[in-house]
């Protein structure tokens, strides 16, 4: 069972390690009473051998509504990776006042450490958990960057998905050189331009790393021999740079006096982390040697263990229903296990055969639509960056980085429709007492017809991106995204018959309503169109 410690004076949870992992279950949210807006920040400072700097570091991040998740010190890579999850605009603040704090009491000229590095706050990813998307993400980046140049004098590059360029996606690229290499670089070499700030680096601080991306997992693997020229021949052959796994980066490093193959797992639902040490363990072989054991820097996803405990146990019809504590999740939070999965859409179907107004039709049109853009979503992730498919993975990542946010807004729209409804009844009711009634019934009815006339926008947007994605996706999905177009289209249909029934409710008294009405008829027109 995983154990939760909870510290008043820093919002800290503690997992243990045995089943940590990144997503904070929906007991752990009710009971710390987070929001449901949680963003992930894992900022890598460059020392990992005086405890009281970590700790200092740690204290100057304390502020509310940020949460320790974890904290890994490594003396031979010098480096400590911090784990913290919270609410967008506090996390952003806690991050800054780290860096600040580490750019106080790391001096760059007098570090040293097996594990690269550019800063003494070395790079600092958000990673999307709930209620954000990775755009949402790219933004907090750019405004940190900013901040951090503002505030400290420390130049700034974006990476992975916030990125200015494509040279400057992978950390290794950005990071080439290291400190000494970037500071007696950075005046004279247009490529080294940062981001954010002046081309000098802070004399002791040196420059930081900003970005946005997936969820990581950081797994190292020890092999029973201090060669490290192995550990090196053994990394390149497993990442995806040098001919290796797509979604793998790995590096050589002397680690305790053991040969070790530190790796990135930057996607772990595409290239799984018993692929990678199935891989290396292969490659081992070839040198005469053999992994002794393997660590996690940081959290890891349940996900990533559930998928590696069906693959070395073998466990027959294996899904994650069978693990006892996703079980209780599931009750505690409502859903019901149904043929393995979590019908957690069960009682939106029951409020929808409920004899009230709402949810009606609007919402069921929001929630077609959502489901739409969620199938695409899964057709085109799952075939981004697969080999068949190489020469499309920018459309695919285009698809996806679009389709994200419209998901979220229809998901939104299913309670909105239902909310303006209300507010089209009040007003109704309101308008018997009183003599300005008609103008507030209009102004409701406006928004009630708002909110489909978005739906249907929406809808008609999914619709024509799962048709793009129809020929450069795997034919065996074609199902699914015939799927999320005949969804889109019933989506885009229903949300239509709600707005003309609301349109037609209004009865224009000023300009407002007159221009609202005919512009609100015309987009309707050319969706039917």
Not at 254 to 265: D, E
Not at 499 to 504: E, F, K, Q, T
Request: aromatic share 6%; net charge neutral; hydrophobic share 45%.
């Amino acid at each position: 069972m995983t154990k939760v410690q909870i510290s008043p004076s820093f919002h800290r949870i503690s997992f243990a390690r045995s089943t940590a992992g990144c997503r904070v279950e929906p007991w752990v949210v009710i009971l710390l009473g987070m929001s449901c807006t949680l963003v992930e920040c894992v900022p890598n400072f460059s020392e990992g051998r005086d405890p009281a700097k970590v700790d200092a570091i740690v204290e100057a991040m304390k502020i509310p509504g940020v949460y320790l998740l974890d904290r890994e010190m490594d003396s031979d890579h010098n480096r400590c990776v911090i784990t913290l999850v919270g609410e967008r605009e506090a996390i952003q603040e806690a991050v800054l006042r780290g860096v600040g704090k580490a750019a106080e009491l790391i001096d760059l000229t007098q570090h040293t450490g097996a594990h690269p590095r550019m800063g003494a706050t070395d790079v600092i990813p958000f990673i999307p958990i709930d209620g954000v998307t990775i755009e949402d993400c790219v933004a907090m980046a750019r405004h940190v960057g900013a901040e951090i140049w503002k505030r400290f004098q420390i130049p700034v590059y974006l990476y992975e998905a916030a990125a200015t360029t494509p040279e400057r996606q992978n950390l290794e690229n950005i990071r080439r050189g290291q400190f000494e290499g970037i500071r007696d670089d950075i005046a004279t070499n247009p490529a080294r331009k940062p981001d954010f700030g002046e081309p000098r680096v802070h004399p002791t601080a040196g420059a930081t790393v900003v970005g946005a991306r997936k969820f990581l997992v950081a797994y190292n693997v020890f092999l029973n021999t201090p060669d490290v020229a192995i550990a090196k021949k053994i990394a390149k052959a497993v990442r995806f740079s040098t001919g290796g796994l797509r979604y793998v980066k790995a590096a050589g490093f002397l680690v305790r006096g053991m040969a070790q193959v530190s790796m990135n797992l930057t996607d772990f639902e595409q290239t799984p982390v018993h692929r990678a040490f199935e891989c290396v363990k292969r490659e081992a072989e070839r040198y005469g040697c053999v992994p002794v054991s393997s660590e996690i820097v940081g959290l890891i996803p349940k996900l990533a263990l559930e998928q590696a405990a069906e693959w070395f146990l073998q466990v027959e019809n294996f899904n994650s229903s069978l693990i006892l504590e996703n079980r209780l999740a599931a009750v505690m939070s409502g859903k019901v296990a149904v043929g393995g999965l979590l019908a957690s859409i069960e009682p939106f179907i029951e409020q929808l055969a409920a004899p009230t107004a709402t949810p009606g039709g609007g919402s069921a049109a929001a929630a077609s639509g959502a489901m739409a853009a969620g199938l695409t979503v899964m057709v085109a992730t799952m075939c981004r960056g697969k080999k068949a498919y190489l020469q499309y993975e920018s459309q695919h990542s285009e698809a996806i980085a679009r389709l994200t946010p419209l998901r979220e807004e229809l998901k939104a729209a299913i309670d909105a429709d239902s909310d303006s409804y209300n507010v089209v009844m009040k007003a109704y009711k309101a308008a018997k007492e009183s003599a300005d009634g008609g103008k507030a019934i209009n102004a409701a009815l406006r928004q009630a017809a708002s909110v489909p006339l978005g739906v249907a926008e929406k809808s008609a947007e999914v619709a024509r991106i799962a048709a793009t994605l129809q020929p450069i996706t795997n034919p065996n999905m074609a199902s699914d995204l015939i799927t999320a177009i005949a969804l889109s289209r019933a989506a885009l249909e229903g949300a239509l018959a709600n707005v003309a029934i609301n349109l037609d409710s209004i009865k224009p008294d000023s300009p407002e309503d007159e221009t609202f009405v005919s512009e609100a008829r015309k987009r309707a027109a050319a969706l039917k169109a």
